[in-house]
């Protein structure tokens, strides 16, 4: 089964946790466009991504009111993949001979919503369901453009 490998361009949707009580607002707003750093694989002349590239390069924030904490308040967005979203065999190969994963499209995988500042309600008593540094996991996947290449993994 083949994969499209994630590139320079592709973007990342990003859809908040299920909070019925809250309403996010994405900052900047998705899709997010992603840059690759792969030294060594380009599909159509744009660099391959590297697993860092979405999970440690890859930011966004939030701001979100909930109930009768309409005084928004902020956070953090990051991402992990899951391991259907990493290259198993095929990989980015370095001059040193190591294998990296690329990043291919692989489904669905975790966008953490890390609260750095809590909502507060008209009496600035802050929202307790979403304190500061905790965190709930929303969802992301990759929208990959036509230009794009399959990865065949065997």
Known sequence: MGEFVIVTGDEV???????P???????????????????HVQVHG????LPDDIEKKLKAAFTYVAGTFTVPGAGAISFELKDAGKSRKSGDTSASGSREPL?????????KFTFTKPAQDPN??????????????????FKTPTKNTILRVR
């Not at 600035?124 to 996947?141: E, H, I, L, V």
């Open 13 to 19: 949707l990003v859809r908040p946790p299920e909070d």
């Open 124 to 141: 600035a008593a802050p929202d307790p369901d979403r304190r500061q540094n905790s965190s709930k996991d929303g969802t992301a996947s």
């Open 21 to 39: 009580d809250a309403t996010y607002t994405l900052i900047p707003p998705t899709p997010l466009p992603v840059s690759g750093s792969s030294p």
């Open 46 to 49: 744009l660099p391959a991504c």
């Open 103 to 111: 990043v291919i499209s692989g489904g669905e995988f975790i966008a």
